[in-house]
T-cell receptor
Framework: DTEVTQTPKHLVMGMTNKKSLKCEQHMGHRAMYWYKQKAKKPPELMFVYSYEKLSINESVPSRFSPECPNSSLLNLHLHALQPEDSALYLC????????????FGSGTRLTVV | AQKVTQAQTEISVVEKEDVTLDCVYETRDTTYYLFWYKQPPSGELVFLIRRNSFDEQNEISGRYSWNFQKSTSSFNFTITASQVVDSAVYFCALSEWEAGNQGGKLIFGQGTELSVKP
């Protein structure tokens, strides 16, 4: 299995809702990432997990809460989002050293109304 | 701090033309990795190539070729005989080796939107 699977593919949520994005990989990668991508912009790093521990938080607002329950799963919990948080959320995984290649999921397209 | 610059925001060519996408990077590390990704309208990021900082050999894969020059901090990408299916946004990206097993930060350039017209 050489894929990163993200669910759901599309999500529409209200500003008072709580929702979660899920990401799964079975390549034995011990580093997992969340990226946010706005239209016509490059992906921006949000969080990095290494060996199931949060190693990098790029000053992301607390309304985004990541979780890594085991080495194969990565979640992103969403609460009280704003319309400007609407974007494509990409999950990726890699070997911990990072330089060996990153595998990206197809993303969750989030719309906040 | 690391930085990737793709000066070409949009390129439009006619099918069968050759096209080169430029990428210039900045890093203080001696060990780093460079990547090219393709992002079609569907949104997924498709991996094209990885190069480490110690390997300056150019590479050719079918119609794709890459020219890595450390002296000018450039990692350019050429598509020969372009096709309509090559239309996409192309990102150059840089990852520095992270000591301490923190996981590598992959930093993207702004992307070049390539449009290949029939």
């Amino acid at each position: 299995d050489t894929e990163v699977t993200q669910t759901p593919k599309h999500l529409v949520m209200g500003m008072t809702n709580k929702k979660s994005l899920k990401c799964e990989q079975h390549m034995g990668h011990r580093a997992m990432y969340w990226y946010k991508q706005k239209a016509k912009k490059p992906p921006e790093l949000m969080f990095v997990y290494s060996y199931e521990k949060l190693s990098i938080n790029e000053s992301v607002p607390s309304r985004f809460s990541p979780e890594c329950p085991n080495s194969s799963l990565l979640n992103l919990h969403l609460h009280a989002l704003q319309p400007e948080d609407s974007a494509l959320y990409l999950c990726a995984s890699s070997q911990v050293a990072g330089g060996y290649g990153y595998t990206f999921g197809s993303g969750t397209r989030l719309t906040v109304v | 701090a690391q930085k990737v610059t793709q000066a070409q925001t949009e390129i439009s060519v006619v099918e069968k033309e050759d096209v080169t996408l430029d990428c210039v990077y900045e890093t203080r590390d001696t060990t780093y990795y460079l990547f090219w990704y393709k992002q079609p309208p569907s949104g997924e990021l498709v991996f094209l190539i990885r190069r480490n900082s110690f390997d300056e050999q150019n590479e050719i894969s079918g119609r794709y070729s890459w020219n890595f020059q450390k002296s000018t901090s450039s990692f350019n990408f050429t598509i020969t005989a372009s096709q309509v299916v090559d239309s996409a946004v192309y990102f150059c990206a840089l990852s520095e080796w992270e000591a301490g097993n923190q996981g590598g930060k992959l930093i993207f350039g702004q992307g070049t939107e390539l449009s290949v017209k029939p």
